[in-house]
């Protein structure tokens, strides 16, 4: 308990310092949004009228306590630009990007870990070298170049075999879920092999690592055979280790997608990012960057919290420490 109240209590630190870095960072930014809803003929008194209207004419310690308090209400704001509330705004482009995410982690997890361990466990040694260097060129292949690849594949309509669309959401969104799910397909996949890469690589390295260990060793004196006991005892053993890994990269995939997105035409959170970052809404990037942020926080809190379930070692080693 002792261990969680402290994640927690650091947690909250944490993302009180985001809100005023994001704060902070946006202002020193050059532009106005005023000035940009107002548009290039509009006169002083036009301008000063919207910054007024909008709050810019605060103090920069008023505005960031205004908008705390409305974070910590669940109220994050309006568009200055599209006129809807940020939170329905984040939620609507999150309903492409969060399932692109998942899809991405099932490719990768699926890739990689089964290979991870055949690349161990093969009987020939040949296989063994193949599949090791299948995941140093896999990650090292660009995702962006992946996908072309994949478009000029099966691509509807532009590759070879054009058998999924490769441009852009359907407008039924996930009404349609058929069509949804298809235009996620190929997107996931070309960010899903890069991860799966990566997670084929920590896989193997942390199944070698077991490889001469003594409870590995204990499991086969017991009667299993060497595959048996690397998949029943090393990689249970090795757990704790590929939850950090799959964690950080379901982070990482977080802005991997997000440059996917544009090569997809996907309307998802970058798309979203992008555009309000060019209009200059300032009320609208501040959250979505906190939000973005907050959830790269969480992530942490909840592989930290499932690493300390699979090895309680390490609440121990913490308090000791502390």
């Known amino acids: 308990m002792r261990y969680l109240i402290r994640r927690l209590v650091l947690f909250v630190a944490a993302l009180l310092g985001l809100s005023l870095l994001v704060f902070v960072t946006l202002r020193i930014l050059p532009g106005d949004v005023a000035s940009v809803m107002a548009g290039t003929n509009a006169t002083p008194a036009r301008v000063a009228a919207l910054r007024?209207?909008?709050?810019?004419?605060?103090?920069?310690?008023?505005?960031?306590?205004?908008?705390?308090?409305?974070?910590?209400?669940?109220?994050?704001?309006?568009?200055?630009?599209s006129g809807r509330s940020v939170s329905s705004q984040v939620g609507s482009h999150a309903a492409i990007t969060m399932p692109l995410i998942v899809l991405s982690l099932i490719v990768a997890l699926g890739v990689g870990v089964p290979l991870g361990c055949q690349a161990v466990l093969a009987a020939n040694s040949r296989v063994r070298g193949v599949l090791h260097i299948l995941a140093i060129v896999g990650g090292a292949v660009p995702a962006l170049?992946?996908?072309?690849?994949?478009?000029?594949?099966?691509?509807?309509?532009?590759?070879?075999?054009?058998?999924?669309?490769?441009?852009?959401?359907?407008?039924?969104?996930?009404?349609?879920?058929?069509?949804?799910?298809?235009?996620?397909?190929?997107?996931?996949?070309?960010?899903?092999?890069?991860?799966?890469?990566?997670i084929m690589r920590y896989t193997r390295a942390c199944l070698i690592s077991m490889e001469d260990s003594d409870a590995v060793a204990m499991a086969m004196a017991c009667g299993m055979s060497r595959r048996q006991a690397m998949l029943g005892v090393g990689l249970r053993l090795s757990a704790a280790q590929l939850v950090s890994v799959a964690g950080l990269t379901?982070?990482?995939?977080?802005?991997?997608?997000?440059?996917?997105?544009?090569?997809?035409?996907?309307?998802?959170?970058?798309?979203m990012l992008i555009g309000?970052?060019?209009?200059?809404?300032?009320?609208?990037?501040?959250?979505?960057?906190?939000?973005?942020?907050a959830f790269f926080l969480l992530l942490g809190v909840l592989v930290d919290m499932l690493h300390h379930a699979l090895d309680p070692r390490l609440g121990e080693q913490s308090e000791e420490r502390g």
């Open 276 to 293: 309000d970052v060019g209009n200059r809404d300032l009320v609208a990037v501040q959250s979505e960057l906190f939000l973005l942020a």
């Open 52 to 81: 007024s209207q909008m709050g810019l004419d605060r103090s920069y310690p008023q505005q960031y306590a205004d908008w705390l308090s409305g974070l910590m209400h669940g109220n994050m704001g309006v568009s200055a630009i």
């Open 145 to 198: 170049w992946g996908g072309l690849l994949l478009i000029m594949l099966f691509g509807r309509g532009v590759g070879l075999v054009g058998i999924l669309p490769s441009q852009g959401f359907p407008d039924a969104g996930w009404r349609n879920p058929v069509a949804a799910l298809a235009s996620l397909i190929l997107p996931a996949i070309a960010t899903g092999l890069v991860a799966g890469a990566a």
């Open 250 to 271: 379901f982070a990482q995939m977080v802005t991997g997608v997000m440059v996917v997105e544009s090569l997809f035409n996907l309307p998802g959170l970058g798309a």
